[in-house]
């Protein structure tokens, strides 16, 4: 949905934001359980906060110019564990091979990792006590017992590879145990659970129990469903900070209104925009979006790996693009159970890499 509010408009044109926005289905949010992240909504005016003069968010240096890729590793897509349920789930995070997933992404020439930490099945990879306590789960039922991110995490930093958590601001939509364990009992006309402060109180303790646990050995979180058709306020953003900073204060934070919203800083809290798209027409003009770092996560092919929609050079010219102007972008690619990189889209920046025009490790 295109945003109505003029200011907002206005203000983006002023720091030279380009977005191209249009009714191409592409464009629309992700579908649950096809090759997206998840359904938006309305977007609420009330996510138009003032933000104040635009100032550089200095934490976010190190993207500034550079490029990531990005992973979905979801229980309820992948074929080694969407029919199955625990024991599934916990023998393929197992089998993830975290030193081949780093040679694979350093191949690429990337700079950070964008990696799933969980989505709407109500499956996690990585172990959570407080989800465990509120849910009713036991460890290993829906938190696998492996601590993925935390092995991603240092395979990674071994390479100079920076890892960026990803999780929704909400209850999974196909687990009403968590949703109601935390407090959650109706859902907004888009599917989503629709929530409220308290709730967003007790989703931070989660995050918190990660945050503190992974230090700074986890450089940034990208945060989705933060729509106002769910309920989301701008006020809200204050206790995720609260909760990322608890354990990295230099940690940088996306919140997604959605892949229709274009590039949006919603809270003064968020430093880098979350830029959800589905195509090649959202671009950055230059650095900020407001005082946020300006960036886009697009796929290659779909959210779930799927067949590459772009030729090399149109890949490569994109690239450029946004980090000749100072923004960044995260290109997802794909990954098997077991951690491997889709070799078709893993190839193509190893290709290409030499050409990008922007600061490379």
Avoid at 251 to 275: C, D, H, K, M, W
């Amino acid at each position: 949905m295109r945003t109505t509010n003029l200011a907002i408009a206005l203000s983006l044109s002023l720091l030279g934001c380009v977005v191209e926005l249009d009714d191409d289905p592409s464009l629309e949010s992700f579908a649950a359980d096809d090759d997206g992240i998840d359904d938006e909504g309305e977007i609420d005016d009330d996510l138009a906060v003032d933000l104040g003069a635009a100032a550089i968010p200095h934490e976010t240096d190190w993207m500034s110019g550079r490029y990531g890729v990005g992973f979905h590793y979801l229980q309820n897509w992948m074929r080694e564990t969407k029919n199955g349920g625990s024991a599934e789930w916990n023998a393929t995070v197992r089998s993830f091979d975290v030193d081949r997933f780093a040679r694979d992404v350093a191949a690429t020439g990337a700079k950070w990792v964008l990696f799933t930490v969980g989505q709407n099945s109500g499956y996690y990879c990585a172990p959570n006590a407080e989800l465990d306590r509120r849910s009713g789960y036991r460890a290993g039922e829906r938190n696998s017992t492996r601590d993925l991110p935390m092995d991603l995490a240092n395979a990674l930093a071994a390479r100079g590879i920076e890892l960026i958590l990803y999780l929704p601001v909400n209850a999974p939509k196909q687990d009403a145990r968590i949703a109601h364990g935390f407090g959650l009992t109706a859902k907004a006309s888009n599917g989503n659970w629709k929530v409220n402060e308290e709730f967003m109180k007790k989703w931070a303790k989660v995050i918190e129990e990660w945050s503190r646990r992974y230090g700074t050995r986890v450089a940034g979180w990208w945060f989705d469903g933060a729509y106002g058709g769910n309920g989301w306020k701008a006020r809200f953003a204050r206790h995720i900070a609260a909760a990322v900073h608890s354990g990295n204060r230099d940690a940088v934070i996306a919140l997604n209104p959605g892949a229709s919203a274009g590039l949006r800083q919603i809270a003064p809290e968020q430093n880098y925009t979350a830029g959800e798209a589905g195509n090649l027409r959202l671009r950055c003009a230059g650095r900020l979006v407001d005082s946020a770092q300006c960036a886009i996560f697009l796929p290659v092919g779909s959210w779930g790996g799927g067949r590459v929609k772009y030729t090399d050079d149109e890949i490569l010219d994109y690239t450029n693009q946004q980090l000749g102007v100072g923004g960044t972008v995260t290109w997802n690619l794909g990954v098997s159970g077991n951690g491997r990189v889709n070799a078709d889209k893993r190839t193509i920046f190893e290709r290409i890499r030499g050409r990008i025009h922007g600061r490379t490790p």
